[in-house]
């Protein structure tokens, strides 16, 4: 870098103040489009860090969910079959039953 500049010398304040008013006079009315598009693109590349971090957190929640689910005792829960005995000896089923018309 020093052997591409080293002609200039070292940059001061001043040096810069004037490369950038130069820069003004030639790029002015584009300044605000590029300073719009690139407080866009700032604002776009936080929302996207935002969401990577979540999703990041969601997944580090599930996967501690899990391992906690693992380390748990499953439940047994009864079998439909076991589920529909315990109805009828209680005398409910979900089906009601509708009287049957008696022939003559």
Do not use: C, Q, W, Y
């Given at each position: 870098m020093n052997a591409l500049l080293g002609f200039?010398?070292?940059?001061?304040?001043?040096?810069?103040?004037?490369?950038?008013?130069?820069?003004?006079l030639i790029f002015g009315h584009r300044l605000p489009k590029v300073a719009r598009s690139l407080g866009?693109?700032?604002t776009e590349f936080k929302k996207g860090l935002k969401?990577?971090?979540?999703?990041?957190?969601?997944?580090?929640?599930i996967r501690r969910l899990d391992t906690e689910e693992a380390d748990e005792e499953p439940e047994e829960k009864p079998v439909a079959d076991e589920r529909r005995a315990r109805r009828s000896r209680r005398g409910t089923?979900?089906?009601?039953?509708?009287?049957?018309?008696?022939?003559?």
């Amino acid at each position: 870098m020093n052997a591409l500049l080293g002609f200039l010398g070292s940059i001061g304040p001043m040096e810069l103040l004037v490369i950038a008013g130069l820069g003004v006079l030639i790029f002015g009315h584009r300044l605000p489009k590029v300073a719009r598009s690139l407080g866009r693109g700032i604002t776009e590349f936080k929302k996207g860090l935002k969401d990577v971090r979540e999703k990041a957190d969601v997944a580090e929640d599930i996967r501690r969910l899990d391992t906690e689910e693992a380390d748990e005792e499953p439940e047994e829960k009864p079998v439909a079959d076991e589920r529909r005995a315990r109805r009828s000896r209680r005398g409910t089923s979900r089906r009601r039953r509708v009287a049957k018309p008696e022939d003559e």
